[in-house]
């Protein structure tokens, strides 16, 4: 029996260990580095075989403001209801993960640039669906989704990432029509959505959506 009870929390303290290797400890979520590892996979048989596939880096809008002026609970809350509602609009088989504080990342199988448009769609609409509930009040929240087709001259995940944080930068810019040609041919795009508050009234620097 006590050799039993040994080897039951040696185990249970393996598969903790496990989580926190690849798991995001708040929301549950994969973490970066198993992202990574999910598109080190995917690349080659995007190379080889030609299958489509894309990926997504979503921020959450002025997380760190609204950290400030309402506490942890609040911007927790937040990451973990935009954490489901994300989830919710993939379909089986996708990959989602908390690559920062902020940001969440999201590999899409046999998805190319169509697809790719529609899924974006999808998260900021439900984003945007409704108030996010917290601790203190429901709050109106937005995000910006920077989106990469894996197209066979990206060759690693560093590039995947980097195109992904450059198209989300790309937010303002991508406005004008020069700048969406230049990002077409460089394969990549951005696409950012700010809904108007809702709700619990933001701070004023929030709601206009200054750094």
């Known amino acids: 029996m006590g050799a039993l009870r040994v080897i039951t929390e040696a185990r249970i303290t393996e ?12 929301t549950g979520l994969l973490n970066r580095a198993r992202l990574r ?30 950290n400030d002026a309402y506490g942890f609970d609040v911007a927790d ?22 690559v920062g504080g902020n940001q969440f990342g999201v590999l899409l199988h046999n998805c190319g640039r169509n697809q790719l448009l529609v899924a974006a769609e999808r998260i900021l609409s439900s984003v945007r669906a409704r108030l996010v509930e917290t601790p203190g009040g429901p709050l109106a929240v937005s ?14 995940y560093q590039a995947v990432f980097g195109r992904a944080e450059e198209a989300l930068e790309a937010d303002t810019a991508y406005r004008s029509k020069a700048n969406l040609a ?14 108007k508050p809702r709700g619990r009234p933001m701070p ?8």
């Open 143 to 156: 995000v910006s989704v920077g989106a990469v087709p894996l197209v066979e001259s990206i060759a690693s």
């Open 182 to 195: 230049m990002l077409e041919r460089h394969g990549f795009f951005a696409e950012v959505q700010r809904p």
């Open 15 to 26: 598969e903790r260990l496990e989580r926190l290797a690849y798991r995001d400890e708040m």
């Open 77 to 98: 809350a937040v990451i973990l209801e935009l954490s489901r509602r994300i989830g919710r609009t993939l379909r089986q088989g996708d990959v989602l993960a908390r």
């Open 37 to 66: 590892e999910r598109v080190e996979e995917a690349l080659p048989h995007i190379h080889q075989n030609g299958i489509p596939a894309s990926y997504l880096l979503v921020n959450i809008d002025n997380l760190g403001m609204l």
């Open 204 to 211: 004023e620097n929030i709601a206009r959506g200054n750094a």
